[in-house]
C-alpha cells in the first residue's frame, strides 16, 4: 500500500505539526531543541523580529536552514507562538529597561483572587 506518508512516524510527525496530535515529551524536547537553534541563529545575526521586515529578511537569508528544522520538529501553531514571544518578550525587556532608568516606582497589584499581604 503506497500512502502519502513512508512511514508510521513520518504520519505522526505531520500530525504533531498540523496540531492534530499532542507531541510526546520526546518530541517537545526535539522541537524545543529546534527553537533554541532557530534563536541562536537569529541572536547571531541581530535579528528579533523574524516575522516581519528587516528582520524576516535577514532571517530568512542567514537562518533558513534552522528555520526549516524549526518548522518541521514543532507544530505550526507553537512556532508562531515562539516567534511572536521572543518579540513580546524582547519588548518587555526593553520597557523594564527604560522604567528603571526612568526611576518609575514599583506598583505591587492584586487580583481579586489574590489574599491581601500581611
Given at each position: 500500500m503506497f500512502g502519502f506518508f513512508s512511514s508510521q512516524e513520518d504520519k505522526r510527525k505531520e500530525e504533531v505539526r498540523t496540531g492534530a496530535r499532542a507531541p510526546d515529551r520526546s518530541e517537545r524536547r526535539l522541537c524545543w531543541d529546534a527553537r533554541d537553534n532557530f534563536y541562536k541563529c537569529l541572536d547571531k545575526h541581530e535579528v528579533i523580529d523574524s516575522l516581519n521586515g528587516k528582520g524576516?529578511?535577514?532571517?530568512?537569508?542567514?537562518?533558513?536552514?534552522?528555520?526549516?528544522?524549526?518548522?518541521?520538529?514543532?507544530?505550526?501553531?507553537?512556532?508562531?507562538?515562539?516567534k511572536k514571544y521572543r518579540v513580546a518578550d524582547y519588548q518587555k525587556k526593553i520597557t523594564l529597561e527604560r522604567l528603571k532608568h526612568e526611576n518609575a516606582s514599583k506598583v505591587d497589584m492584586q487580583g481579586p483572587g489574590d489574599s491581601p499581604a500581611r
Open positions: 524576516k529578511a535577514t532571517a530568512d537569508k542567514h537562518c533558513a536552514q534552522e528555520d526549516v528544522a524549526f518548522n518541521d520538529n514543532c507544530a505550526t501553531a507553537w512556532v508562531t507562538y515562539f
